[in-house]
């Protein structure tokens, strides 16, 4: 097996089953051997306190910022961007709560590397993903407020 890091797309075995637990495994390797951290205050234990919708819009409002410094052509923060971005998608996706949702949330991550390294084969676009993501952050908004009340 080929460990990949950032920001290579994920492999597709092809293997509906298998695939899952296939670039699950490969994520949490990255996770803990191969990702330089950028967000020092945030650690898998503190990341597991929040739930899906927060997690997603935290992932969310990175993606935004890489997509912005990708259009502004400023290369320094776009790469840091887009890290952040990965390293987020990947406390997620090792996250234990979400094995039934892996599936989705390790092709997002394939579709965010595609985007923005591959061949766009999804054929994705920004308002695509700020659609996306801005449920989850609805959702979380919508949950906190919901506990306020």
Do not use: K
């Not at 994920?10 to 089953?17: D, E, I, Q």
């Not at 919708?53 to 935290?58: F, L, R």
């Not at 676009?125 to 996306?132: I, K, L, N, T």
Request: aromatic share 10%; charged share 20%.
């Amino acid at each position: 097996m080929q460990i990949l890091s950032p920001p290579q797309p994920l492999p597709n075995s092809g293997g509906a089953t298998n695939e899952v637990s296939e670039v699950g495994t490969i994520n949490r390797i990255i996770l803990s051997l191969a990702m330089q951290i950028h967000h020092a205050t945030v650690t898998q234990d503190r990341w597991a306190t929040l739930s899906l919708a927060e997690q997603m819009g935290n992932i969310g409002s990175e993606v935004h910022r890489t997509i912005q410094w990708s259009q502004r052509n400023v290369p320094q923060s776009f790469q840091l961007a887009f890290d952040r971005t990965i390293e987020l998608l990947d406390l997620t996706i090792a996250d234990p709560r979400w094995r039934t949702g892996q599936r989705e949330l390790t092709r997002t991550r394939e579709v965010f590397c595609d985007f923005f390294f591959g061949d766009n084969s999804f054929h994705t676009d920004p308002v695509s993903f700020q659609a996306y993501f801005d449920q989850f952050a609805l959702a979380a908004r919508n949950a906190r407020a919901s506990q306020i009340t």
